[in-house]
């Protein structure tokens, strides 16, 4: 049965010092993949401050694969990209198998909503690109390349080009390319999102099997709550802006997990039930006074309808 856990903010901020090692990995000598510590972020803008995360704190373990989800604007690419090192948190800290980070690293590897290719080389040499920067030679770098080629089923395409590549197959070069530098971490900002449904279903499958044999460390941003089902063994929901974590939700499914399968659309119906209320907060900023969060048009009181009748339109 599928059971929400409130989250609850258990470090101390003054026993964290800057140079030292994660507070969980201190009080329980078990060393997290992934530790997120009290991480802020505000941006500026001409009407002020926006406050984008407010003191997020997780952790993932070795070869987990984790989702976050939430309502627009609340954050979650944010925090893909502070973790990435992207970009700088206002305050807090970013520990990868017990290193501080401060910046961009092969350790962690971006995939992006579009593949992000190099159109002027093919497909097997954009999946080199990444190997031959750490100055690994060239045979080694083919061998490489079509392991992980074989590994996303693309081998055939290895001379192809990419505008002759679909949409689904660009993103399978851009996880060969990223798993070929044999990154610790993916970091994967809604990778799938610009594909159409049929596509979507099939690397629904592909990551799932790849994740199985690779054992990689994920963090996926969505927005689509049966996607995380389907790939994830845990799903954090993330609140309406400021972003904060609200709940997570483990997903004790056995692999491989298809999107149509009645218990993903039962872990579904259920995540939604508590991300409802986050989204009618997005839409009852974004709407008018008068409008209605639940039909999303203006609605019209019996009063002003009698007063409209009665003016003989």
Sequence with gaps: MLESIEIENTIDTDQIKAGSKPLAYKLNDIQPKLCIQHISKTFLSKNGGVSALEDINLEVKEGEFVCIVGPSGCGKTTLLNIVAGLEKADSGEIWISGRKINGAGSDRVVIFQEAALFPWLNVIKNVEFGLKQKGINGSQRRNTAMEYLKLVHLTKFQHAHVHELS????????????????????????????????????????????????????LFVTHNIREAVCLADRIVILSTSPGRIKKEFSVDLPRPRDDNDVNVAEYSTRIMKELKAEINKVLKCEMDADSCVECDIKCTTEEAAKTDAGGGI
């Design 167 to 218: 949409g689904g197959m660009k993103q399978r070069v851009a996880i060969a390319r990223a798993l070929a530098i044999n990154p610790e971490m993916l970091l994967m900002d809604e990778p799938f999102s610009a594909l159409d449904a049929q596509t979507r279903w099939i690397l629904h499958f592909e990551l799932q099997s790849i994740w199985l044999k690779t054992k990689k460390t994920i």
